[in-house]
T-cell receptor, first 112, second 110 residues
Framework: SQQGEEDPQALSIQEGENATMNCSYK?????LQWYRQNSGRGLVHLIL?????REKHSGRLRVTLDTSKKSSSLLITASRAADTASYFC????????????FGQGTRLTINP | DAGITQSPRYKITETGRQVTLMCHQT?????MFWYRQDLGHGLRLIYY???????DKGEVPDGYVVSRSKTENFPLTLESATRSQTSVYFC?????????FGPGTRLLVL
């Protein structure tokens, strides 16, 4: 079963607006990662946040992690048409864990 | 700098046939992974490999076989394809905590 669950499943916004996607998970984690998948392509790593971090930034991306609530959010600011994609959170459960466990993703559509 | 490649990109086969999906990486990453992606299930791990000649099962290994005789190659074989194995298959390799994905193979089993 999937560890992470993204919310919402689909999101449609206007170009220039901010997009927020959420991810919840069930067990303790070592780190949480966000990936982007453009239609017909493989996944691309966006950002990693460790369990002892609360917030991380990368360009227009901002990720937060709340381990007490077992949740994370991905904020994309000033969205662009090129941000249209599916976004997945993935968790690594322990220090020695080698596997990523993916959620089912949020489909983001940016309307011009 | 090819990175990670998969072949074929598209494959149509019939139930009961053997199919092998190829994955090749140019980075010499130790870890490699095979996932399948289906609507309603996201990505599920089929098998992974920590190094040449070391493989282990993931979440959905039944019906699949892997091998890793060389670090750069990680083929996935469907020994007797079933319709339920119709899916998009992704190979990935890992450096540090980041996984790098191939472009995927879209497989249709008739």
């Amino acid at each position: 079963s999937q560890q992470g669950e993204e919310d919402p499943q689909a999101l449609s916004i206007q170009e220039g607006e901010n997009a927020t996607m959420n991810c919840s998970y069930k067990t303790s984690i070592n780190n949480l990662q966000w990936y982007r998948q453009n239609s017909g392509r493989g996944l691309v790593h966006l950002i990693l946040i460790r369990s002892n971090e609360r917030e991380k930034h990368s360009g227009r991306l901002r990720v937060t992690l709340d381990t007490s609530k077992k949740s994370s959010s991905l904020l994309i600011t000033a969205s662009r048409a090129a941000d249209t994609a599916s976004y997945f959170c993935a968790t690594v459960r322990g220090p020695g864990a080698q596997k990523l466990v993916f959620g089912q993703g949020t489909r983001l559509t940016i309307n011009p | 700098d090819a990175g990670i490649t998969q072949s074929p990109r598209y494959k149509i086969t019939e139930t009961g046939r053997q199919v092998t999906l190829m994955c090749h990486q140019t980075w010499s990453h130790s870890y490699m992974f095979w996932y399948r992606q289906d609507l309603g299930h996201g990505l599920r791990l089929i098998y992974y490999s920590a190094a040449a000649d070391i493989t282990d099962k993931g979440e959905v290994p039944d019906g699949y076989v892997v091998s890793r005789s060389k670090t750069e190659n990680f083929p996935l074989t469907l020994e007797s394809a079933t319709r339920s194995q119709t899916s998009v298959y992704f190979c990935a390799s890992r450096r540090g905590q980041t996984q790098y994905f191939g472009p995927g193979t879209r497989l249709l089993v008739l």
